[in-house]
Nanobody, 122 residues
């Protein structure tokens, strides 16, 4: 059974940093594309970052590029999202996702975690 479990969310001041973790089980994450999405209250779910199975390619939207970094540790079956220079508009529930296909990882991944809350506020 595929399972993705996020951790590391919390309250942080504007300009601060957080690192989210996503522990994967039930499949070999090294053969999957892994991604992070977020959803703020009243807004649609938004793609945040993705990484290829080989770790050679990463993908970000303009809204987070240069501030967020996705990485993975295949030995630990874990993917990370380092978030720096956080802004109040980054406040959202952050979800980890996985899919075997590059065609679908950005829009409709097969597998999702339960989410972790990130709040950026002074």
């Amino acid at each position: 059974q595929v399972q993705l479990v996020e951790s590391g969310g919390g309250l942080v001041q504007p300009g601060g940093s957080l690192r989210l973790s996503c522990a994967a089980s039930g499949f070999t994450s090294s053969s999957y594309y892994m991604a992070w999405f977020r959803q703020a209250p009243g807004k649609e779910r938004e793609f945040v970052a993705a990484i290829s199975w080989s770790d050679s390619n990463t993908y970000y939207p303009h809204s987070v590029e240069g501030r967020f970094t996705i990485s993975r540790d295949n030995a630990k079956n874990t993917v990370y999202l380092q978030m720096n220079s956080l802004k109040p508009e980054d406040t959202a529930v952050y979800y980890c996702a996985a899919d075997q296909s590059k065609a679908t990882i950005f829009l409709s991944p097969d597998y999702w975690g339960q989410g972790t809350q990130v709040t950026v506020s002074s």
